[in-house]
Every structure is written in structure tokens, then in C-alpha cells.
């Protein structure tokens, strides 16, 4: 059940059964010369849904915009200051705990959000530690990147080995065309697999990684790459997700 087609006689309803909800949370910014903006959102958003549809879990709006300081010096990248992301995590688990949710399951598209999504369930739990915020001791948050299980990295090791790399990957693009086949862009990359390294800011990263990719070659994505990742996402989030509403 999707929160923002639901009413709220029927949020009530759910509540007498489960007090958990998924939380998918991504990112709006550049994915290298083929890939869409939208990919991190797009694609936790959606293997969201599946596994709401898969378990009745209630799935709340995605949090398409995320932490992507270093993807700004690319056009249409759009970012939050890890504190405002801080802020705006916290703010959505209170929303939703006012009304007695007390387990929250975020899918999460995007590796650059990990670091300060974990810092925003720490200023939850420290809240309830320190006694300052009455009834909201108790709560759990959990964190979980869709690419980050066995079926999926198994299954993309097999599609596209080492060109498989670290962002704009043809794992999480074939994923978007999969979902949006009208937006499919075949191209052939030059070099075929990009750089891989470090980085700090926005314009070091752009100097680094000059048409955006990191490692990997999304001119190997597919429709059909695409459906057996979502498939193999949706498994195995699936499975945690029970395990974790348990
Ligand atoms: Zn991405």
C-alpha cells in the first residue's frame, strides 16, 4: 500500500496491524553521459513499491532529493546539506512515529546518502537516550542499499563483471530503462570503462571523472539486464523486510 493513494481510515486500519514502514530514499543527480537524473530516486522508489506489494508493507513518499555535494558540478544535479538531510530524515520518522509507527525500513538508491542517513538514526536514538524526547523512545531505523545483497551483486557480476564500477553503474541504469524503457539512451563510451579513484569536492570530482561515470560502463545496459536486477532487488529486500517487521 502506497501512503500518498491510501486515506487515513485506512493508515489507521494498517496501524492495528504493523507499526512498520518502508522509506525509499535516493538522490537527483547526474548518473554519467546515458543514465537519468532520477536514477537513485527512480529506482529505490521502485523496487519500494514491489516490495510493499510483495509483503502489504505501507510505503511512504520517496525522498528524491539526497546528499550529492560532489555531483553539483553537473547540470540538473541537485543536492542537501547533510545536515539538512539530517533534519529532513528525522522530521519524516517523527511524522510518522506520531502516529505510532515504531519501525522504519529505508530502501536507499543512492551510496553517497549512507553516511548521513546512519548520522540522522543516531540523533533519533539519541533523542529518546537522553530522555529529552518523551514518548519516542524505542523507535528502530534500518538502512538498506538495494545493491547491496548477494542476489544482486551476484547477478550483477555476471552481466557486466568489472565494468560493473562504483556510480552511474549498468546495473542501476538498466534498472531505470526497465522501469522507463521510452528513456533508453544506447551509447557506446569512450573509454569504455571509466576511471575509478577518490574524491573530494564537486570540481575535483568533475576533474576526476570528467563525463561523470566512476569506474563502471553503463553503454552495456539493457531493458532486460534491468528486469532481472529489479527482480533480484525486490527478492531479496523482500526477505529482509520480513525478517525485520517480524
Ligand atoms: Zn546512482
Given at each position: 500500500?502506497?501512503?500518498?493513494?491510501?486515506?487515513?481510515?485506512?493508515?489507521?486500519?494498517?496501524?492495528?496491524?504493523?507499526?512498520?514502514?518502508?522509506?525509499?530514499?535516493?538522490?537527483?543527480?547526474?548518473?554519467?553521459?546515458?543514465?537519468?537524473?532520477?536514477?537513485?530516486?527512480l529506482?529505490?522508489?521502485?523496487?519500494?513499491?514491489g516490495?510493499?506489494?510483495?509483503?502489504?508493507?505501507?510505503?511512504?513518499?520517496?525522498?528524491?532529493?539526497?546528499?550529492?555535494?560532489?555531483?553539483?558540478?553537473?547540470?540538473?544535479?541537485?543536492?542537501?546539506?547533510?545536515?539538512?538531510?539530517?533534519?529532513?530524515?528525522?522530521?519524516?520518522?517523527?511524522?510518522?512515529?506520531?502516529h505510532?509507527?515504531?519501525?522504519?525500513?529505508?530502501?536507499?538508491?543512492?551510496?553517497?546518502?549512507?553516511?548521513?542517513?546512519?548520522?540522522?538514526?543516531?540523533?533519533?536514538?539519541a533523542?529518546?537516550?537522553?530522555?529529552?524526547?518523551?514518548?519516542?523512545?524505542?523507535l528502530?531505523?534500518?538502512l538498506?542499499?538495494?545493491?547491496?545483497?548477494?542476489?544482486?551483486?551476484?547477478?550483477?557480476?555476471?552481466?557486466?563483471?568489472?565494468?560493473?564500477?562504483?556510480?552511474?553503474?549498468?546495473?542501476?541504469?538498466?534498472?531505470?530503462?526497465?522501469?522507463?524503457?521510452?528513456?533508453?539512451?544506447?551509447?557506446?563510451l569512450?573509454?569504455?570503462?571509466?576511471?575509478?579513484?577518490?574524491?573530494?569536492?564537486?570540481?575535483?570530482?568533475?576533474?576526476?571523472?570528467?563525463?561523470?561515470?566512476?569506474?563502471?560502463n553503463?553503454?552495456?545496459?539493457?531493458?532486460?539486464?534491468?528486469?532481472?536486477?529489479?527482480?533480484?532487488?525486490?527478492?531479496?529486500?523482500t526477505?529482509?523486510?520480513?525478517?525485520?517487521?517480524?
Open positions: 500500500m502506497q501512503l500518498q493513494l491510501a486515506t487515513w481510515p485506512e493508515v489507521e486500519a494498517y496501524l492495528a496491524t504493523s507499526r512498520t514502514v518502508i522509506i525509499p530514499i535516493g538522490s537527483t543527480e547526474q548518473h554519467g553521459p546515458n543514465g537519468m537524473i532520477g536514477t537513485d530516486a529506482t529505490a522508489d521502485a523496487i519500494a513499491r516490495v510493499g506489494e510483495a509483503t502489504g508493507a505501507l510505503v511512504a513518499p520517496v525522498i528524491a532529493v539526497g546528499m550529492a555535494q560532489h555531483h553539483m558540478a553537473f547540470a540538473g544535479s541537485m543536492t542537501l546539506r547533510p545536515t539538512t538531510l539530517i533534519a529532513l530524515v528525522r522530521d519524516c520518522v517523527v511524522s510518522l512515529a506520531r505510532g509507527f515504531e519501525r522504519f525500513f529505508f530502501i536507499n538508491g543512492h551510496g553517497g546518502n549512507i553516511a548521513t542517513v546512519t548520522a540522522a538514526f543516531s540523533e533519533i536514538y533523542e529518546a537516550s537522553l530522555g529529552a524526547a518523551g514518548n519516542r523512545a524505542g528502530k531505523c534500518v538498506r542499499n538495494w545493491w547491496e545483497n548477494s542476489q544482486v551483486r551476484s547477478l550483477s557480476k555476471e552481466l557486466f563483471a568489472n565494468a560493473e564500477g562504483g556510480h552511474a553503474t549498468p546495473s542501476e541504469v538498466s534498472l531505470t530503462w526497465f522501469l522507463y524503457p521510452a528513456h533508453t539512451k544506447p551509447m557506446a569512450d573509454p569504455p570503462i571509466a576511471p575509478y579513484g577518490s574524491f573530494a569536492d564537486a570540481h575535483d570530482y568533475r576533474r576526476a571523472f570528467p563525463d561523470g561515470r566512476i569506474g563502471s553503463p553503454g552495456l545496459s539493457s531493458v532486460e539486464a534491468g528486469k532481472r536486477i529489479y527482480a533480484a532487488a525486490v527478492d531479496a529486500l526477505a529482509d523486510y520480513k525478517s525485520f517487521a517480524a
